[in-house]
C-alpha cells in the first residue's frame, strides 16, 4: 500500500444551503471536506433570528439530510453556535455532548472531532471537549504552513480560502517531496462566502490546482489525522 506524507483537507462551518455547491466542486476534483455544523440551529433556523443568512440554512425549518455530506464527513461546531466560555458545564453538556448526541444519530457515525464557534477555546473547554471524547477542534487561528498543530484541541489551520497567500501556499506545498514529517495542507471557511464575495472560481481554482497528485492523500479532518496517527 502507498504510503502518504501529504495530505489536503478542507473544514467549513455552520452548514447552509451553499454546501450543496461547494460539496459539487469538492467532488468534482475529488477534494474531502470536514462540515461542522450546528444541530440545534439546523433543526429549527428561527434560533437564530440575527444570524446572517439565516433562510439559507441546509433543509429549513426541520428536516437535517445528512445525506447531502455522504462522501465527507459531519462534524462539531456547538448546538447553537454560542460564545462558550462564559458559560457552565451544563450548558456546555446541551452545546457538545447534546450535539454530538444528535449529529452522531443523523451522520451514522462516531464524531471525534470540530470546530469552535467564534474560534473561542480555553484550557478547560479542551479538557471537557476530551472527557466527552472530542479528540480535535479547529480554531480560527491559521499557521501558513503545513505541520500539524501540535494541540489537536486547538488546531490551526494553514490558511483561510481568502488569504493572499493561497497561491504561493499550494505552489510551496506541491514541491515538497518525500517529507520526513506529514504535511497537511488544512483549508477553512464558510460556504456562503463564496456567494457573498462573488468568488466561487477561487475555490474551484483552489480544488483544480491541488488535484490528482499522486503523493497526495485527499481526505476529511478524521480521515487525515487518523491516517497520520495525530489522534
Ligand atoms: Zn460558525
Not at 21 to 42: A, T
Not at 88 to 117: M, N, P, Q, T
Not at 203 to 231: A, H, M, P, R, W
Request: proline residues 3%; charged residues 30%.
Amino acid at each position: 500500500m502507498k504510503e502518504y506524507r501529504k495530505a489536503v483537507t478542507f473544514s467549513y462551518d455552520d452548514g447552509v444551503t451553499y454546501d450543496r455547491r461547494l460539496i459539487d466542486i469538492f467532488n468534482k476534483y475529488g477534494m474531502k471536506c470536514s462540515f461542522n455544523l450546528n444541530s440545534g440551529i439546523l433543526a429549527d433556523p428561527e434560533k437564530k433570528r440575527d444570524w446572517y443568512y439565516k433562510d439559507a440554512f441546509v433543509n429549513r425549518p426541520r428536516v437535517f439530510d445528512a445525506s447531502l455530506y455522504d462522501g465527507h464527513e459531519i462534524l462539531l461546531h456547538g448546538t447553537e453556535h454560542l460564545h462558550m466560555l462564559p458559560l457552565s458545564k451544563e450548558e456546555w453538556d446541551a452545546e457538545f455532548l447534546e450535539d454530538k448526541k444528535v449529529l452522531e444519530k443523523e451522520a451514522g457515525h462516531e464524531i471525534k472531532g470540530g470546530a469552535y464557534a467564534y474560534g473561542d477555546y480555553d484550557e478547560r473547554l479542551e479538557a471537557y471537549l476530551q472527557s466527552i471524547g472530542v479528540k480535535f477542534m479547529r480554531t480560527v487561528k491559521t499557521t501558513k504552513s503545513f505541520t500539524p498543530s501540535a494541540d489537536m484541541l486547538a488546531y490551526e489551520a494553514t490558511c483561510h480560502h481568502n488569504d493572499a497567500e493561497v497561491p504561493e501556499l499550494i505552489e510551496r506545498f506541491l514541491s515538497i517531496k518525500e517529507p520526513e514529517t506529514p504535511q497537511i495542507f488544512y483549508i477553512w471557511g464558510h460556504s456562503y462566502e463564496f456567494e457573498g464575495n462573488h468568488n466561487w472560481e477561487r475555490i474551484e481554482e483552489i480544488c483544480k490546482k491541488l488535484s490528482g497528485q499522486d503523493d497526495v492523500l485527499y481526505g476529511t479532518n478524521t480521515e487525515v489525522f487518523e491516517y497520520f496517527g495525530l489522534i
